[in-house]
């Protein structure tokens, strides 16, 4: 309802998120259903970690091709991720590179060994995203392109430590991912998600907002807030998800007060109750 009433007002409303598992179109359909806002809520509302590793990958490859057309040779890029993300990135106008489904997820030094370069394209960029089917072959895959071009863009769409799920379990995230990789590769992945200077960079150029009279709602310290922080916004926490009250204490008493919410509430509705809505 709050968010809603916020659209009904004719206030800007985006929807910034670290999950590369949808596309934007995917994004939309799940919050439309979820926020019952069908009518209101527009695909390009949406700024997924898909979205800005595909936005990326054009601006430093296609030279900020919008529309993913270009007089020259497509670009190859090997992804480790859901198919959410792949989408998006041929849509931007790329090959995708992976690894077959139905090769074994074991490989041995013999077969390391042996990976031959005519078997195998040469790709433009090696892209990390969550991958709960991750294998040691997509692991050595991902680092022999990474070695076998130097130059070639390593890209994580996140790297979140993990997620609160279910009955406050943590799920390992995509940073556990990209961690591997770059250990193995020796090589740093650019981080195009939450709280990047990228992904700033991204929303104020296509969404031209003042980043003093927005506020970033989220319910994660090291990713939602810290995003506000780097793109110098107010900031909100809400006690829904990973964040609970003893973390702020914990972060307050470590002298890290700078790193703190503008404002801490337990639930985005509650905005709504205060104002009598």
């Known amino acids: 309802a709050t968010v809603r009433w916020l659209m009904e007002q004719s206030i800007k409303v985006l929807f910034v998120t670290n999950n590369a598992g949808k596309s934007r179109l995917g994004l939309r359909d799940k919050l439309a259903a979820l926020l019952d806002c069908e009518d209101l809520l527009q695909e390009e509302q949406m700024v997924g970690s898909a979205y800005s590793c595909a936005r990326f990958l054009q601006q430093s490859l296609l030279g900020d091709i919008i529309d993913g057309t270009s007089s020259g040779e497509q670009k190859v890029v090997h992804v480790i991720g859901s198919d959410g993300l792949c989408r998006e990135i041929e849509k931007a106008g790329f090959i995708v590179d992976n690894v077959p489904t139905d090769l074994s997820t074991s490989m041995s030094a013999e077969e390391v060994g042996n990976i031959s370069d005519d078997e195998h394209m040469a790709v433009d960029a090696v892209v990390i995203g969550l991958d709960t089917a991750f294998n040691y072959r997509k ?6 392109h990474l070695h076998r071009n130097p130059s070639c863009l390593f890209v994580a769409t996140n ?3 993990y997620d609160v799920v279910g009955l406050s ?3 390992p995230g995509n940073g556990c991912i990209v961690k591997a990789v770059e250990h193995a590769s020796q090589r740093k992945a650019c981080n195009v998600g939450k709280p990047s200077q990228i992904l700033v960079e991204l929303v104020s150029k296509e969404h031209d907002f003042d980043p003093e009279k927005a506020l970033m709602v989220g319910d994660r310290l090291d990713t939602d807030v810290m ?15 990973c964040t609970t009250a003893k973390d702020l204490l914990d972060l307050k008493s ?3 007060e700078n790193e703190l919410p503008t404002v801490v509430i337990p639930f985005i509705g509650l905005c709504m109750e205060d104002s009598g809505v």
């Open 139 to 144: 692991l050595c895959m991902a680092s022999y």
């Open 159 to 161: 790297e979140d430590a």
């Open 169 to 171: 379990r943590f799920q």
């Open 227 to 241: 995003f506000g922080h780097v793109g110098r916004m107010n900031t909100c926490s809400v006690l829904t998800g």
């Open 254 to 256: 470590s002298g890290n």
